[in-house]
Every structure is written in structure tokens, then in C-alpha cells.
């Protein structure tokens, strides 16, 4: 593992190394983000602010967790040797240890952030995945989980044969080790492309399921956020779907347990926001804070994220 950076700690954050690591095992991409006003004009120009920054749902969750106080945060993912040595370099600034897997043959994986700076600030991704959905079973170890109290999975693991195979592998190793395991399924676009039923059927053994309102309602086929959320927590333990500028439901058993408001923001890029959400959950919840709380947090860590361009929290750098 690599030296960590020093970061300053987001707002009510709690130390979670007592409870162990957390492990994210997820995607690395390099983020395009263009900033644009209004519908984009087609077969010409249209005048955009655009930076390079890097990104993934993966590495994302990894470094808002290190920003809201988890002290030891690990991220194996695959990326391309075009950019290895910058996303190892960025994600130590961040105060993440990187597992990167260097892939020969492929790039890092790409996504073109298409952002509409008008009110809500929303965003479209155009995304090559590259190396990142080419992490497999033979890139995992169970040494991994040495000193681990939660596992995280990014969805995108679910979106290719290599990574699915990875995903069975790091289930099984975390179920003998006693070790939680948290998904965020990441994508409604290719959870439709998969499958609902499949997608369910790889999940089957995580504890805590982050899905978005629109993944909630593709997972269970309700329109409704909260009939979502609760369907689904009667088959993963403990559910938080994350409702954008509406907050985030807390469900378990089958029930709403916790609506919690959002946090009041101004958007400048929608960008990572869940990630962000996620990021800080998962750190508050090592910490030992109960969910609805931690849920809390989360809304707190969105809103820091979508007044920042791009999907990573403020570094010390």
C-alpha cells in the first residue's frame, strides 16, 4: 500500500479506524467536465468551461469517506498505464491508499461530463470504461480484507464479465471473514441493459444498499421512492435511497424508517453527489453512528459536493 496524504476533514465528521477499514473495491476514471448553458447546439458550437479532473463512482466514494473522517480508507480498482501514476498520486492527496491495478492493454477508463450550469445544475455522462470494468477475480486477494470492517462495491462491478466474476470472489471472501458489504448500484442506463433480476441475484449477501431514487424505482418497478425503498429492504437489510435535493430515505424491514431532509446547497455540478453521499454514510457508519444519522451526514457531504466541479471533495493541495 501507498502513503496516505493529509486532508482537512468534512463538516461532523467522526474517526471510524476503531471499527476497522474500509475497502472499496470500484471503478477509476478520468472525468471530462463540460459546463455549458442551455441546450447544446447541434452541428455547431457550443461555448463550455471544461477541466480535466479524475473521477469514478468508485474512487469518488473512496475520498469523500477520507474527507468525512475515516482514517483508513483502501480502493483496489484498474486503470490504464496512460494515467496510473496520476490517479495513485491524486488519490493519496485525497488521504486514500490505492491498490491500483495497471492494466497494459487497455486505457484508463473515460466519462464526458455534460453539465447544464441552469438552476439544477444536472448532468449527462458519455462513458468509456476502459480498464476500469476489466478488474477480475485473479486482481483479488483476501489479504485485501486484513484489518477491514466494511466493504464497499461500486454497481459499475455489475457491468461486465470480468468485474461480475470479481464481484462473486470479494462476496465470498468478506462472508468468511464476517465482513459487511455495501453497494451502490451506480448506473440506472446499464442497470436496464443488465437486468433487474440479474442484478438483484449478484447482489444477493450485501447489508446495505444505496440506490438512487431513479435505481430504486428500476430495482422494484414502483414509481413511488418510498415504496421502492421499503420493497427493497425486505430483501437487503438495510436500504438508503438517496433522493437528491429531496434528501434520503432510511429503510428497514420493510418499512420507512427516517426521511431526511437535504442540506440547504447552491449546485454547481451534480457530479458525484451520491458518491459524495456515499462516501460519508459509509464513514459515519464505521464510526459507529446509527443509520438515520449517518443518512444525515450523507446529506451534508451532497451538498458540499454538488457547489464543487467535479466528483471529489477539496484536498490539501
Known amino acids: 500500500m501507498h502513503a496516505r496524504g493529509t486532508v482537512s476533514?468534512?463538516?461532523?465528521?467522526?474517526?471510524?479506524?476503531?471499527?476497522?477499514?474500509?475497502?472499496?473495491?470500484?471503478?477509476?476514471?478520468?472525468?471530462?467536465?463540460?459546463?455549458?448553458?442551455?441546450?447544446?447546439?447541434?452541428?455547431?458550437?457550443?461555448?463550455?468551461?471544461?477541466?480535466?479532473?479524475?473521477?469514478?463512482?468508485?474512487?469518488?466514494?473512496?475520498?469523500?469517506?477520507?474527507?468525512?473522517?475515516?482514517?483508513?480508507?483502501?480502493?483496489?480498482?484498474?486503470?490504464g498505464s496512460d494515467a496510473a501514476a496520476w490517479h495513485e498520486r491524486e488519490l493519496a492527496a485525497s488521504g486514500v491508499r490505492p491498490r491500483l491495478v495497471v492494466d497494459q492493454e487497455a486505457p484508463t477508463g473515460t466519462v464526458i461530463c455534460l453539465v447544464d450550469t441552469g438552476a439544477a445544475a444536472e448532468r449527462t455522462f458519455l462513458t468509456d470504461s476502459g480498464a476500469s470494468l476489466r478488474l477480475a477475480p485473479d486482481d483479488w486477494s483476501p489479504s485485501l480484507l486484513d484489518g477491514v470492517g466494511r466493504v464497499h462495491l461500486s454497481g459499475y462491478l455489475f457491468f461486465s464479465a470480468p468485474s461480475r466474476a470479481l464481484v462473486a470472489v470479494v462476496l465470498e471472501s468478506a462472508r468468511a471473514r464476517g465482513v459487511p458489504v455495501s453497494l451502490d448500484p451506480a448506473s440506472a442506463g446499464f442497470?436496464?441493459?443488465?437486468?433487474?433480476?440479474?442484478?438483484?441475484?449478484?447482489?444477493?449477501?450485501?447489508?446495505?444498499?444505496?440506490?438512487?431514487?431513479?435505481?430504486?424505482?428500476?430495482?422494484?418497478?414502483?414509481?413511488?421512492?418510498?415504496?421502492?425503498?421499503?420493497?427493497?429492504?425486505?430483501?437487503?437489510?438495510?436500504?438508503?435511497?438517496k433522493q437528491g435535493g429531496d434528501g434520503a430515505l432510511v429503510a428497514r424491514a420493510g418499512e420507512i424508517g427516517a426521511r431526511v431532509p437535504a442540506a440547504p446547497a447552491a449546485p454547481r455540478d451534480t457530479t458525484g453527489a451520491g458518491d459524495a453521499f456515499t462516501g460519508a454514510f459509509l464513514a459515519a457508519l464505521l464510526a459507529g453512528t446509527e443509520p438515520e444519522d449517518a443518512a444525515v451526514q450523507g446529506c451534508r457531504a451532497g451538498a458540499q459536493a454538488v457547489e464543487r466541479v467535479g466528483g471529489r471533495p477539496p484536498t490539501a493541495s
Do not use: M, Q
Open 9 to 79: 476533514r468534512g463538516a461532523g465528521a467522526r474517526t471510524a479506524s476503531a471499527a476497522g477499514a474500509l475497502l472499496v473495491v470500484g471503478d477509476i476514471v478520468t472525468d471530462v467536465v463540460a459546463r455549458h448553458r442551455g441546450p447544446l447546439a447541434s452541428g455547431t458550437d457550443t461555448a463550455a468551461a471544461i477541466r480535466t479532473l479524475p473521477g469514478g463512482a468508485g474512487a469518488n466514494v473512496a475520498c469523500w469517506a477520507a474527507y468525512w473522517g475515516c482514517e483508513d480508507v483502501r480502493l483496489l480498482g484498474r486503470v
Open 191 to 241: 442497470l436496464t441493459e443488465l437486468g433487474v433480476d440479474r442484478f438483484l441475484a449478484l447482489a444477493e449477501g450485501v447489508d446495505v444498499l444505496l440506490p438512487s431514487r431513479d435505481e430504486a424505482c428500476l430495482l422494484t418497478g414502483l414509481p413511488d421512492a418510498a415504496d421502492a425503498a421499503a420493497k427493497l429492504s425486505r430483501h437487503v437489510p438495510l436500504v438508503v435511497a
